[in-house]
């Protein structure tokens, strides 16, 4: 619907803008997000391949250049004959009608295209609340008081990192307990996503609470010290010319005067210029236990669909892979065909299996994890103690199983379905 209607996250009208982060998770091999990209490529998905070739340096993570993955997915949509754009906003749904379906309408669903998907479930829809992190000029960043690292020497070194003694982080800890918010609205019930807290929000869960979430120093080795820092803010790459850095885990809900103020206060940002401020937005999903099926089909209504993070899942990668999965899945119903869902040894299976498995009173989108993929044998985890062998034979197990179901569940060209 943009740009004639936007959101209150969004800032352009331009197709897939990222407005959290733009990262995509770790490429380390054998971890739970690097499997499920790993099926992804396997696939042929091609917003993962527009990623790829947008990547900025992230040490051992896949992160993406914002506007120049956008400009590609923007071409690759209007360069392909059997696509047709219409940029308008969707108000209505037709559960009656012919054609199917696709909703991937992200995290800021319309309130009128919520409501009529209400009507037509007749479920609660749950929302919580998504942050976006501030992004720094480059240019302003004092490079005398900051180094590059990556986090245990895992990948390249292309995090800046912002250390702490200890006195400048019981400033910090105290200026955010201090800090003003922003003002929300009196509809606005603000349960948070506990994947993804404001910094203040975790700040009062206690004093150190910080220091074992987005401002840990494990790893982080200050090659002018050959120590650790107290704690440590990472700055993340942008874009590919290297002028913007995002502050990670950093989404806050300050008013924009009080995080310039408190902000400035990290080591290296005393005289920082901010191209973005942090800002929480209404994440809404449905209730995919009771609505959804494993092939992203709502059971009242098979034939509307539901992908990315309105279906409850969580996470860019993640909403990347239920889109391409609901568009397979959409693809074998055209063809008459019943759609068969993603092998439950797979990532992509795992993923559809909690969100439409999942205990109904408590349910929470999801990250891929290995919480998530079905356990090795008993007697296997007892004669392997090693987590990251264990994390290796699942992966192998996941891959094998996923390549199996692609021959099944894509019988043309691997990468024309995806």
Same mark, same amino acid.
């Given at each position: 619907?943009?740009?004639?209607? =936007? ?36 696939? *042929? ?89 501030? @992004? ?18 895992? *990948?390249?070194?292309?995090? @800046? ?26 509809? /606005?019930?603000?349960?948070?996503? /506990? *994947? ?121 990668? /993640?909403?990347?892979? =239920? ?44 990250? @891929? ?50």
């Amino acid at each position: 619907m943009r740009p004639q209607r =936007s959101t209150e996250a969004h800032q352009t009208g331009d197709f897939a803008e990222l407005v959290c982060s733009n990262s995509l998770k770790s490429e380390s091999e054998n971890s739970a997000p690097w499997l499920l990209k790993q099926e992804m490529r396997a696939a *042929g998905c091609y917003l993962l391949a527009d990623a790829d070739a947008t990547a900025v340096p992230a040490g051992h993570a896949l992160a993406v250049d914002r506007v120049a993955f956008s400009a590609r997915v923007a071409a690759r949509l209007e360069q392909h004959p059997n696509i047709t754009i219409h940029r308008e906003e969707v108000v209505t749904l037709d559960p009656r009608a012919a054609d199917l379906t696709v909703l991937a309408t992200g995290p800021l669903t319309s309130k009128p295209l919520t409501d009529a998907l209400q009507q037509i479930t007749g479920a609660e829809h749950l929302a919580f609340y998504d942050s976006i992190s501030p @992004i720094v000029d480059a240019s302003t960043i004092d490079m005398e008081k900051v180094y590059f690292a990556a986090r245990w020497d895992k *990948g390249s070194a292309d995090y @800046i990192n912002c250390p702490f003694t200890k006195d400048e982080y019981d400033a910090f800890i105290d200026a955010l307990a201090h800090a003003e918010q922003a003002a929300s609205k009196e509809w /606005e019930n603000l349960q948070y996503f /506990e *994947g993804c807290l404001p910094i203040e929000e975790t700040a009062r869960r206690g004093r150190d609470t910080l220091r074992f979430g987005p401002m840990k120093p494990a790893g982080l080795t200050d090659p002018r010290t050959g120590r650790w820092p107290y704690a440590a803010v990472q700055l993340r790459c942008e874009n590919l010319r290297a002028d913007s850095y995002n502050l990670v885990g950093f989404q806050n809900h300050l008013k924009f005067g009080e995080q310039a103020r408190i902000l400035r206060m990290i080591p290296g940002l005393e005289h920082a210029t901010f191209l973005r401020y942090g800002q929480i937005h209404r994440n809404t999903y449905i209730h995919a236990p009771s609505l959804l099926t494993e092939t992203l089909q709502l059971r009242a209504h098979p034939g509307i669909l539901i992908a990315g993070q309105l279906s409850g899942v969580e996470g860019y990668t /993640e909403s990347i892979a =239920s889109g391409m999965l609901a568009g397979i899945f959409a693809a074998r119903i055209a063809e008459g065909e019943s759609p068969e869902p993603a092998p439950r040894a797979s990532a992509h299976g795992s993923l559809m299996h909690y969100i439409t498995h999942a205990e109904t009173r408590r349910f929470q989108p999801a990250n @891929i994890t290995f919480d998530l993929l079905p356990p090795l044998e008993e007697d296997l985890r007892r004669r392997i103690r090693d987590k990251k062998e264990r994390h290796r034979m699942q992966c192998e197990r996941a891959l094998a199983a996923w390549q199996n179901w692609l021959r099944i569940a894509v019988p043309a060209p691997v990468g024309t379905s995806a």
